[in-house]
């Protein structure tokens, strides 16, 4: 019998996950955590074998990111939150990547491996994703206080998102209000929760507009 490559694994890989996401959308619509939530337990296996529990006692913020081996964005930004934990310190920011893909552990070590990510990076439970409002689009990450809070949730990662993110995370830190929420756009990734709040901010602007003519 004879094995895939992993060009083939990877692609056979990356269907089943989008067929996975698909099937998700309408489950995570109107359920995603919004801030004032509490993070749930985040635990699950590296790809080595290791088993993580993560703890978001451990620093003062935990930056919580779905990716997949699929997802062009996910991968570009993930050297962006690597530089965040590197640049604020373990005990400040830990940032946890969580994969939301259904391929090996062989295959994830193959796109991990040359990126030297210093960050621990996990296959989580299979309830997993449930617990965190479902997940619909990637890359979505959350920003976690020290006590388990969810501070704000970001789909997607173009560059004005994830400058968003670092001065939020800055802003965080220093116990600052976060920045303004940059929307993901047509052209990212969005969710139906996102196009409702799209909706609803521009009948609240143009209310608001009546009002003041």
């Not at 451990?58 to 081996?69: C, Q």
């Not at 296959?123 to 689009?137: E, K, L, N």
């Not at 001065?167 to 929307?183: I, M, N, Q, T």
């Not at 990734?189 to 143009?206: F, I, M, P, Q, S």
Request: a negative charge; aromatic letters at 6%; charged letters at 25%.
């Amino acid at each position: 019998m004879s094995q895939r490559n992993p060009t083939q694994r990877r692609l056979v890989g990356g269907l089943l996950s989008l067929i996975l996401l698909a099937a998700g959308t309408e489950q995570a619509a109107g359920l995603a955590l919004a801030p004032g939530d509490t993070a749930p337990e985040l635990r699950g296996d590296t790809f080595r074998g290791e088993r993580l529990l993560i703890d978001y006692s451990a620093s003062k913020l935990t930056l919580v990111n779905y990716w997949a081996t699929w997802c062009v964005p996910c991968l570009e930004e993930m050297p962006a939150l690597d530089h965040l934990a590197q640049i604020h310190g373990a005990d400040r920011v830990q940032v946890v990547g969580v994969l939301h893909d259904s391929v090996d552990d062989e295959t994830a070590l193959e796109f991990l491996e040359p990126m030297g990510l210093s960050y621990p990076l996990l296959r989580p439970r299979d309830y997993t994703a449930d617990r965190w409002g479902g997940i619909a689009s990637l890359p979505t990450t959350f920003l976690i206080d020290s006590e388990g809070e969810v501070l704000r949730r970001y789909v997607g990662a173009t560059a004005e998102q994830v400058k968003g993110l670092a001065y939020d995370v800055s802003a965080a830190l220093e116990d600052r209000p976060l920045g303004p929420f940059v929307y993901p756009t047509a052209e990212g990734a969005v969710t139906n929760e996102d196009r409702l709040r799209l909706k609803r901010d521009a009948e609240a602007k143009a209310e608001a507009d009546r009002g003041g003519s």
